[in-house]
């Protein structure tokens, strides 16, 4: 990708700056050649082994080796796949170290899964390998969430397990590469305290890259019970056989279907997948095929396409549960990786099992509403009798039945209570699976607030999704309170409008277009517009804004969101994984 590239070059220029050896010494080791951290551990600190073959013969040139196979920095920090992926572009491109991909791809299976981070502790981080655009904000020190994320995000720094001495290493790093960082990202906001504080102690002057470096190695140790624990009983999860899919993807709704998962010989922890899915709205069918490696146990990292065409590809970041018996995550692609769908993968049995409906409201005093129930392993021939919604609620008859859909009619007579239902089906069940309603009070747009990137020139485009859901005030006819049902999507008409910031404002007129019909917004070009005032780019606020008249209601309902249409991100310091 020629975007990466140049981000390499960028990074490449900053890095002539640093100085490599005093960053490459493990400084905690008396007599190693480097210089004294900044705060020197009282003990030498105890690192993780690295007895690899392939990782020695590759990194143990300059990362020394000690006679317990400690290689110094390696040994003493544990991440995720996509962080040690990282850094070992970061060795090819800047240091030197030649590696062929499959030898690349060794050390970082290997590095993953022996310094790794337990299940627990990459939980927390799931939004970063994701790529969810996720508003995070690290509530436990507030100079860690101020000094480390204005470059990049904080998943980055959450998602990585040091020794103080690595941490402090990290400073140094990025003290090497940006000599101004003391004075832009790493500043102390007004003077020191000096008063006494409250409690009587003399006041805390650290700067405020100590006090967060401070945190970080307490808040994240190399050594944890969590990785402990999971390192004993880590092993490749035996996956093969077959799933039912269920998930969510924004703009397009609710799918289902299966993916059938089978072994790579020689290789316990490598996968193929065979996956077929059926959007719910309008029964789109999808058929792909992947493969997947599961690092450390329970980190999916697979990729998909529709037959073998790289254009339909998406990138697979799950979750394995504990009891290899679900999986779930997220598989995404796009320029800024903005589009995807949620999945969760559920191991079929010989349970019966509901996955979801097509529809999530049902209206009352309406005969003939049409549902499709979604599952696995449903019996045969189920009958309407087999099928329970709550009182009020009839299956009038069933269309079509097999083991994975059940297709029904269904009558709500006039008096049925308005709440959600649990849904029953020959023996599986879904707690609150539909709502019963008798008007659609509101509607509200999520995300409440998006953001889209102009492109296509220089830069990808990021696009921006917006739903519709409606809602219903509940028995209390008191909007957003806890009673009030969320009615699932409905079909809005979609505009844009100004977000008056400044007098004159005229962004709506050079930001993009959304979709009508889907929601769907797609930003205008990169780069100076000569037909817009000052050659200014198309950057802009917008609102969004969902209309929609539900049947037999006097005027269209209106919601809106706010949209920030900006700039491409020019330069990038997490390049995404290519498994
Ligand atoms: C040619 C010398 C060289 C080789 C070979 C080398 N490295 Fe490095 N490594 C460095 C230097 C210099 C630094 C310090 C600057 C930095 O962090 O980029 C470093 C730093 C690191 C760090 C600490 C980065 C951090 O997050 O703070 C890790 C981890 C690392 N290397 C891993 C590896 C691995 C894994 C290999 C083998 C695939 C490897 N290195 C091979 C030179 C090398
Ligand atoms: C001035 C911008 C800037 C600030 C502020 C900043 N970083 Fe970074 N950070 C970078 C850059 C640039 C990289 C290297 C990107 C790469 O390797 O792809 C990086 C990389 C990292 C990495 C990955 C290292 C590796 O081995 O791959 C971690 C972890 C990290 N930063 C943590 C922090 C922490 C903790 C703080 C706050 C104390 C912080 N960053 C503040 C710019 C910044």
Redesign the pocket.
Known sequence: MPLMSRLFAV?AL?WLTASAPAILAQTQRPGSGGPAPATPAATPEEGIPVPSFVVQKSCATCHRRDEQNQLTRISY?R?TPE?WQ??V??MVALNGVQLDPAEAREIVKYLSNHLGLAPEEARPAAFEVQRRLEDYTYEASSD?QA??????SMG??IS?RRTRSE?DL??A??RG??PL?DS???RRMGPAPTGRGADGRPPDTRHP?EK??DH?AQAFPLKTPEWSAWSATMRPPRLEGTWALSGWEPGKGAVFGRMVIAPVANMPDEFTTTITYQYARGGETVARAGRVVVYTGFQWRGRSTVGGDDDTSLREVMFVDRDWRAIDGRWYTGGYDEEGLDVRLERIGAEPRVLGTDITALRVGQAGQALTIHGAALPAGLTAAQIDLGPGVTIASVESASADAVRVTVDVAADAAVGMRDLFVGGASKAQALAVYDRVDAITVTPAWNMARVGGVQFPKMLAQFEAWGRHNGPDGRPGTPDDLNLGVVPATWTVEEFTAIYGDDDVKFVGEIDPRTGRFTPNIDGPNPGRAGERNNIGDVWVVASYQPEGAPAPLRARAHLLVTVPLYMR???SVTQ
């Open positions: 990074a900053l920090r991440t962080g990282q850094t572009r970061r860690v000094t480390c994320s204005a470059c990049h980055r720094v990585q941490w990290l400073i790093m990025h590469w940006y960082i832009q990202g790493f890259v967060a470096v970080l310091w997490d390049p």
